[in-house]
């Protein structure tokens, strides 16, 4: 997975979980309920992505909690649905975990806040 053709904010299905685990880097999850795809947070978090492409070597990852792959994502990191939305960082290299401290993701999540976590 090069820098070329890796997608400025995945989302976390079957075909990203080698190279996201192989990449040797860190990658911040924004999980949230299925149906929060249009939330004034996921879209702070696709800026979020766009902007700070380049000045950090994170991947930006947005996944559910409830389907397949990304209920065994959810579980690896230990989010539940009651922690919905949170963010969380997970770097593969050690597989350390960091949790998002200020509670709940809500509509308040602004780019400076996502920087400041990484």
Sequence with gaps: M?????PTLITFSDEYISPLMN??????YLLRADDQKDSA???TFAQ????????????????GVTN????????????????LPTMRILNSVGMKKYTWEDGK????????NISKFI
Excluded: P
């Excluded at 990449?23 to 911040?28: E, G, R, V």
């Excluded at 950090?56 to 947005?62: G, S």
């Design 2 to 6: 090069s820098a070329q053709i890796v």
């Design 68 to 83: 397949g792959i990304q209920k065994k994502l959810a579980e690896f990191i230990g989010v539940t649905a009651a922690d």
């Design 23 to 28: 990449q040797k880097k860190a990658s911040i």
């Design 105 to 112: 993701v809500d509509d308040q999540l602004t780019v400076d």
């Design 41 to 43: 947070y996921m879209k």
């Design 48 to 63: 979020a992505s766009k902007d700070l492409k380049g000045t950090t070597d994170v991947l930006f990852v947005e996944t």
